[in-house]
């Protein structure tokens, strides 16, 4: 006996009807029915065969399609990562490591730090307001800042720095975000107007002066965020700028060095002591880390009612 399997491959959309009548015909039981019926059945075949095969042809046509456009996609994303190597490249070497598209650029290495959600859960209204940014770097930080604040001004001292933030912020078409070239232990900071919060991460513990640059940031701003380094009480210390506290040679080889030859770490007290005899009348430690590899260093909210 015939088998009644059907020999096309039938559309998976085909309703049961025709589906049925066709099993019927191939299986020869479609004789009692009437004529004009069969004929009906078999025009609804044929169309519907028809239209599998034109749906085939299409689907086939549409994968070549695909095909080539994820080669096309691949050959312009070859190329964009071998014009993004090139581009790094001449403006290293880099201190930061960019991710794009799956692919590392400038330094290798990246690291993941809390401090940006610190600095915008201690002060919300830096989210949409005016944030400052002193000691820069490279615009890392400064660009991710710009993706919640309303602006950001980033100030450091390197122009080549300047330069590979000036580059990022045009690759990633950042627009609230600009950059200077300063000496933050000369600029007094009042030429950038006023500002809702600092991000002051990494500075401190590179510079001279550092009451002069607290007393700076504070008449800018009310609120500051901290990250800094500090000295222990038992390491060798002197006193400069009525502070206590430890005196380091700055390497200048060291890209992200301070531009003074020496830099003056006060110890944590003297730190509070210097935040609050700049106005700050809250200052609350976020983080204390006195094992950090660098030297002990802590995160710290001072603000104050303005
Ligand atoms: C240790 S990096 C910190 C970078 C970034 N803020 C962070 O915490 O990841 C110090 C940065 O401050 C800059 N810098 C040091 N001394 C400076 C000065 N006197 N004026 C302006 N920028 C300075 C360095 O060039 C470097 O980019």
Not at 31 to 56: F, M
Not at 58 to 65: A, P, V
Not at 148 to 160: D, F, H, Q, T, W
Not at 223 to 241: F, G, H, I, K
Request: a neutral charge; aromatic letters at 8%.
């Amino acid at each position: 006996m015939e088998s009644i399997v059907p020999h096309i491959s039938v559309d998976r959309r085909l309703s049961l009807g025709p589906l049925e009548a066709f099993l019927r015909l191939k299986a020869g039981l479609g004789r009692d029915l009437p004529q004009d019926h069969v004929r009906t059945l078999k025009q609804g075949l044929h169309a519907a065969r028809r239209t599998s095969q034109k749906r085939a042809k299409r689907i086939s046509s549409l994968k070549t399609r695909l095909g080539e456009l994820e080669r096309t996609r691949d050959e312009e994303r070859r190329m964009l990562h071998y014009l993004l190597a090139d581009a790094f490249e001449r403006r290293g070497p880099w201190v930061t490591g960019v991710r794009i598209d799956g692919r590392v650029y400038g330094r290798a290495t990246r690291h993941t730090s809390p401090r940006l959600r610190e600095f915008f859960e201690a002060f919300p209204q830096a989210s949409r307001g005016r944030v400052l940014e002193p000691g820069s770097l490279e615009g890392a930080m400064t660009l991710e800042l710009a993706r919640r604040a309303r602006e950001v001004v980033g100030l450091e001292g390197r122009p080549e720095n300047v330069e590979r933030a000036e580059f990022l912020k045009g690759l990633f078409g950042v627009e609230n975000a600009t950059f200077h070239t300063t000496d933050l232990e000369e600029d007094d900071l009042s030429s950038y107007g006023t500002f809702d919060a600092v991000f002051c991460c990494g500075i401190l513990y590179h510079l001279a002066r550092p009451r002069r640059f607290v007393q700076r940031l504070a008449s800018v701003s009310p609120n500051l965020y901290l990250d800094t380094q500090y000295a222990r009480p038992e390491w060798d210390l002197t006193e400069r700028e009525g502070l206590t506290g430890w005196v380091r040679e700055e390497d200048p080889e060291d890209p992200q060095s301070g531009l003074s030859p020496t830099a003056f770490w006060p110890t944590l007290d003297e730190l509070h002591r210097l935040l609050s005899e700049s106005g700050y009348t809250r200052i609350e430690t976020i983080a204390l880390l006195p094992d950090n590899r660098h030297g002990p260093r802590v995160h710290l909210a001072a603000s104050r009612q303005d």
